[in-house]
């Protein structure tokens, strides 16, 4: 309910209370000084009635026919000159006449036969008794306002009438709630139609005093809106003026200046942030004081299996459950506030997760917590990568050395050998037979100092973008040959959505071709070879599966090593040089095995939005820019 409508219903109550009161005091006063005016003036009447009894014109009976000395005799002619009596008759007329509120009046004997009577049927007959007046006028006001408004009642004022010294009978007046109900309602109206004038001048008066009062409020309400939305105008002192109410609207058109630089800064740093944390690997969770969620990265939905939305807000003991092993770790480290350095748990998923938590202090109290999720064969992996790219800036600055130290005796040898063949005029075929052989062994080995040249130079690599699908229709077409010759069938499964990457085409297409060659020469028996690839979130991933023996355990770290190689002829280089590749393409490239079922090597590269009207047609590189490796 709105603070003005609850004023101005308050003020009301509080008018209507007061005059609800009033109106009762007034209603019952008023009431009680008509039934008490009933009362005194019945009481007026009997006496007047009674003088004028007593006083009527009744002869001395000794000198009358009456037996004095028989009381009945005596009784029943007073009744008789007292029913003559003008001056009586009159008077009870006049009562009726001039008195509202009663109903008829009477002149009884002892035995309560009507003497005189207002309503001449009832002389001479037994007038019924009837409750005494007295009882409204005794009762309090909610009784006495019953009884005078329940089903119409007549009571009575009766005054005992004495003649000739001894009681002789009564006056008796009746007087009927419903001719007092037409004296009091008229007034019991007015005071109605003044309380309910009363309370809706109120109501007025409440509205206008709540508007005078809350007007400004609302005013400075719009003007909070307007700085939430960030829509404040400037306000000068003399727009705002000096009372009260402008010295408010002063101070909130500063604050929301100071609100909009506030959100301007902080949507800056929200911006920057949300990147940020979509781009962690790591998942990050940071707590508040009291165990909240404020902030998630991207990442943690993968190591928790639940989306961001439903992480925010919530506490730690809402988000993690003691029944698995991350969840104990964490909980306990909140629970004795322990930080946790660097420890491996299993998830739920059957992921190895290391987890580190780190508490926050500020002048040495805890203002939150830091929990940092990382993917422990990730780091493993990264590991191996930054071990397997420092052996070989190793060994390529070895090589590169090497390579310079004996390209120059390999010439100067070539060069005096054909100087040698000049001189020998005439050679016996035996001689000229190792002459050649040296010859031959001599250029083998210059080619392969050539190719370690060339693996270990930096190169400037030519990016195109280009649909993965094409790249590997394309290596696969160049790679038809040697795989129909080796009983080998390509499957594909490549799917129907772009998957645009930006490389150098010839560099990659050696690099898959490498994998395509080794994993069929992993198949002597022929099988088949599935090449597939698709988009996870921020990459494409191009996998190629063999059915060939698999890699034995222990050689499965060596496999990306320079020369390193288990089949008889091979060279070593093809894999190093496809890893080689992808790192330059800022990829990688795993794979998974199982001995006697075959090996799938997972290619991940950056995707792109492919821009409208690329040309995808440089896709078609000529093959014989590219070499089939023997691994």
Same mark, same amino acid.
């Given at each position: 309910?709105?603070?003005?409508?609850?004023?101005?219903?308050?003020?009301?109550?509080?008018?209507?209370?007061?005059?609800?009161?009033?109106?009762?005091? #007034?209603?019952?006063?008023?009431?009680?000084?008509?039934?008490?005016?009933?009362?005194?003036?019945?009481?007026?009447?009997?006496?007047?009635?009674?003088?004028?009894?007593?006083?009527?014109?009744?002869?001395?009976?000794?000198?009358?026919?009456? @037996?004095?000395?028989?009381?009945?005799?005596?009784?029943?002619?007073?009744?008789?000159?007292?029913?003559?009596?003008?001056?009586?008759?009159?008077?009870?007329?006049?009562?009726?006449?001039?008195?509202?509120?009663?109903?008829?009046?009477?002149?009884? !004997?002892? @035995?309560?036969?009507?003497?005189? *009577?207002?309503?001449?049927?009832? $002389?001479?007959?037994?007038?019924?008794?009837?409750?005494?007046?007295?009882?409204?006028?005794?009762?309090?006001?909610?009784?006495?306002?019953?009884?005078?408004?329940?089903?119409?009642?007549?009571?009575?004022?009766?005054?005992?009438?004495?003649?000739?010294?001894?009681?002789?009978?009564?006056?008796?007046?009746?007087?009927?709630?419903?001719?007092?109900?037409?004296?009091?309602?008229?007034?019991?109206?007015?005071?109605?139609?003044?309380?309910?004038?009363?309370?809706?001048?109120?109501?007025?008066?409440?509205?206008?005093?709540? *508007?005078?009062?809350?007007?400004?409020?609302?005013?400075?309400?719009?003007?909070?809106?307007?700085?939430?939305?960030?829509?404040?105008?400037?306000?000068?002192?003399?727009?705002?003026?000096?009372?009260?109410?402008?010295?408010?609207?002063?101070?909130?058109?500063?604050?929301?200046?100071?609100?909009?630089?506030?959100?301007?800064?902080?949507?800056?740093?929200?911006?920057?942030? @949300?990147?940020?944390?979509?781009?962690?690997?790591?998942?990050?969770?940071?707590?508040?004081?009291?165990?909240?969620?404020?902030?998630?990265?991207?990442?943690?939905?993968?190591?928790?299996?639940?989306?961001?939305?439903?992480?925010?807000?919530?506490?730690?003991?809402?988000?993690?459950?003691? !029944?698995?092993?991350?969840?104990?770790?964490?909980?306990?480290?909140?629970?004795?506030?322990?930080?946790?350095?660097?420890?491996?748990?299993?998830?739920?998923?059957?992921?190895?997760?290391?987890?580190?938590?780190?508490? $926050?202090?500020?002048?040495?109290?805890?203002?939150?917590?830091?929990?940092?999720?990382?993917?422990?064969?990730?780091?493993?992996?990264?590991?191996?990568?930054?071990?397997?790219?420092?052996?070989?800036?190793?060994?390529?600055?070895?090589?590169?050395?090497?390579?310079?130290?004996?390209?120059?005796?390999?010439?100067?040898?070539?060069?005096?050998?054909?100087?040698?063949?000049?001189?020998?005029?005439?050679? @016996?075929?035996?001689?000229?037979? *190792?002459?050649?052989?040296?010859?031959?062994?001599?250029?083998?080995?210059?080619?392969?100092?050539?190719?370690?040249?060339?693996?270990?130079?930096?190169?400037?690599?030519?990016?195109?973008?280009?649909?993965?699908?094409?790249?590997?229709?394309?290596?696969?077409?160049?790679?038809?040959?040697?795989?129909?010759?080796?009983?080998?069938?390509?499957?594909?499964?490549?799917?129907?959505?772009?998957?645009?990457?930006?490389?150098?085409?010839?560099?990659?297409?050696?690099?898959?071709?490498?994998?395509?060659?080794?994993?069929?020469?992993?198949?002597?028996?022929?099988?088949?070879?599935?090449?597939?690839?698709?988009?996870?979130?921020?990459?494409?991933?191009?996998?190629?599966?063999?059915?060939?023996?698999?890699?034995? *355990?222990?050689?499965?770290?060596?496999?990306?090593?320079? #020369?390193?190689?288990?089949?008889?002829?091979?060279?070593?280089?093809?894999?190093?040089?496809?890893?080689?590749?992808?790192?330059?393409?800022?990829?990688? $490239?795993?794979?998974e095995t199982v001995e006697g079922q075959g090996t799938t090597f997972r290619l991940r590269l950056p995707v792109i939005e492919i821009r409208a009207g690329a040309n995808i047609e440089n896709g078609r590189a000529d093959a014989a820019s590219l070499t089939i490796p023997n691994s």
């Amino acid at each position: 309910m709105r603070r003005k409508t609850q004023i101005v219903l308050a003020i009301t109550f509080m008018v209507t209370a007061m005059v609800s009161s009033f109106s009762y005091i #007034y209603v019952s006063q008023i009431l009680r000084q008509q039934v008490t005016f009933a009362r005194n003036s019945a009481a007026w009447i009997d006496s007047q009635l009674a003088y004028i009894a007593v006083n009527a014109a009744v002869p001395e009976l000794a000198d009358t026919r009456v @037996d004095t000395r028989n009381p009945a005799k005596v009784r029943s002619a007073i009744a008789y000159y007292l029913g003559t009596d003008i001056y009586l008759n009159k008077a009870l007329e006049s009562v009726v006449n001039d008195w509202p509120m009663i109903q008829d009046a009477a002149i009884v !004997d002892a @035995d309560g036969k009507a003497i005189l *009577h207002t309503i001449p049927s009832m $002389i001479d007959k037994t007038v019924p008794e009837r409750p005494d007046f007295q009882i409204v006028q005794d009762a309090k006001f909610r009784r006495q306002l019953r009884l005078v408004y329940n089903p119409p009642t007549t009571y009575e004022v009766r005054l005992p009438l004495q003649l000739n010294g001894e009681p002789f009978g009564s006056i008796r007046l009746g007087i009927s709630t419903v001719l007092l109900q037409k004296e009091i309602t008229p007034r019991l109206q007015h005071a109605v139609i003044f309380s309910g004038i009363s309370i809706f001048l109120s109501l007025l008066l409440a509205a206008g005093l709540s *508007h005078i009062a809350l007007g400004p409020l609302e005013r400075i309400n719009r003007s909070l809106d307007n700085v939430t939305a960030g829509e404040a105008d400037p306000v000068t002192e003399e727009e705002a003026g000096r009372d009260e109410y402008g010295l408010v609207t002063l101070k909130i058109a500063h604050l929301g200046r100071q609100m909009r630089d506030a959100r301007e800064i902080f949507s800056a740093l929200k911006d920057n942030v @949300d990147q940020i944390m979509g781009n962690l690997q790591d998942g990050l969770m940071l707590f508040t004081r009291d165990s909240r969620v404020v902030l998630v990265s991207a990442s943690v939905e993968r190591f928790l299996g639940r989306p961001r939305s439903e992480l925010l807000g919530r506490t730690v003991k809402e988000i993690f459950a003691r !029944d698995s092993s991350l969840g104990a770790l964490v909980l306990d480290g909140f629970q004795v506030r322990n930080p946790v350095n660097q420890r491996e748990v299993e998830t739920s998923n059957t992921k190895r997760v290391q987890v580190s938590l780190d508490f $926050i202090q500020e002048r040495g109290s805890p203002i939150g917590a830091l929990l940092t999720l990382r993917d422990a064969e990730s780091v493993r992996r990264i590991q191996d990568e930054i071990e397997i790219s420092r052996q070989m800036s190793a060994s390529g600055r070895t090589t590169r050395g090497v390579a310079h130290e004996v390209k120059n005796p390999i010439n100067a040898i070539v060069l005096h050998l054909q100087l040698l063949q000049t001189k020998l005029k005439q050679i @016996d075929p035996d001689t000229r037979r *190792h002459m050649d052989i040296i010859g031959n062994e001599i250029h083998r080995l210059d080619r392969v100092v050539q190719i370690l040249v060339d693996f270990t130079r930096p190169r400037d690599l030519h990016l195109d973008e280009i649909d993965m699908r094409r790249l590997l229709e394309d290596v696969i077409m160049l790679a038809t040959p040697d795989t129909e010759q080796h009983g080998v069938t390509v499957k594909r499964k490549l799917g129907t959505e772009p998957l645009g990457v930006r490389v150098d085409l010839d560099v990659m297409k050696q690099a898959i071709l490498n994998v395509i060659i080794n994993g069929m020469q992993a198949m002597p028996q022929g099988g088949t070879l599935t090449i597939s690839s698709r988009r996870d979130e921020e990459s494409v991933i191009t996998e190629i599966r063999d059915q060939g023996v698999g890699i034995p *355990h222990e050689l499965q770290e060596k496999i990306f090593e320079l #020369y390193f190689t288990t089949r008889k002829g091979g060279s070593g280089i093809g894999l190093a040089q496809t890893y080689q590749a992808l790192q330059w393409h800022y990829g990688s $490239i795993d794979f998974e095995t199982v001995e006697g079922q075959g090996t799938t090597f997972r290619l991940r590269l950056p995707v792109i939005e492919i821009r409208a009207g690329a040309n995808i047609e440089n896709g078609r590189a000529d093959a014989a820019s590219l070499t089939i490796p023997n691994s």
